[in-house]
């Protein structure tokens, strides 16, 4: 009977590993992601000179958003590796080595995923403000901003409420 037991927890704990594509296809995204602001660099490159500044400052904040994102990005695949897979040995002595990486656990990749998706949603708020700003005219409607605005206050929340429960479960755990 043991032995059976034993079998079956080895191939429990060797199923971490069916995460492992998932995490080849982030780092894809995350190559798509490169490729996308580089697009969209080489599209605004020959007008940046001519831009006016509202026109410069959404450019600069679609690249920012997309940095957010492919840090983001990078953050699930290195935590979310190192916590469920494996550790990442071929990283050990290098000195780039981020010094987050092998720290972050799901907690902390919880927080920074929340905080993450709400710099996103105030990137794009900001962006549409600055659109209605720039040329007056709506290219979205006033329902669809106001929902923008109440769902980016709902992530606020939400970010707010998870930050109290991991303050309060971390405050029980060391009593």
């Known amino acids: 009977m043991r032995t059976i ?5 080895g191939l429990i ?16 995204c995350l190559a798509l992601i490169a490729i996308t602001t580089i697009q969209h660099f080489i ?6 000179m001519g831009m006016k500044l509202k026109e410069v400052l959404l450019f600069v904040l679609q690249v920012v958003d997309l940095a957010l994102i492919a840090n983001l990005v ?3 695949i290195f935590s979310g590796y190192e916590n469920f ?8 002595d290098d000195r780039d080595r981020p010094d987050w990486m092998g720290t972050v656990d799901f907690s902390d990749l919880k927080i920074k995923l929340v905080a993450s998706i709400l710099a996103i949603s105030g990137i794009g708020l900001l962006e549409t403000f600055l659109k209605i700003a720039g040329s007056g005219d709506l290219a979205v409607s006033e329902v669809e901003i106001k929902w923008m605005v109440i769902i ?11 930050a109290m ?6 405050r029980s755990s060391k009593h």
């Open 13 to 28: 704990y060797a199923s971490r590993w069916l995460l492992a594509p998932i995490y080849m296809i982030l780092c894809l």
């Open 165 to 170: 429960m991991d303050y309060v479960a971390h």
């Open 152 to 162: 980016h206050i709902i992530f606020i929340i939400s970010g707010l409420l998870l």
């Open 5 to 9: 037991e034993n079998l079956l927890e």
């Open 74 to 76: 990078v953050m699930i």
């Open 43 to 48: 599209q605004y490159a020959p007008g940046l």
């Open 85 to 92: 897979i494996s550790k990442i040995d071929v990283a050990k």
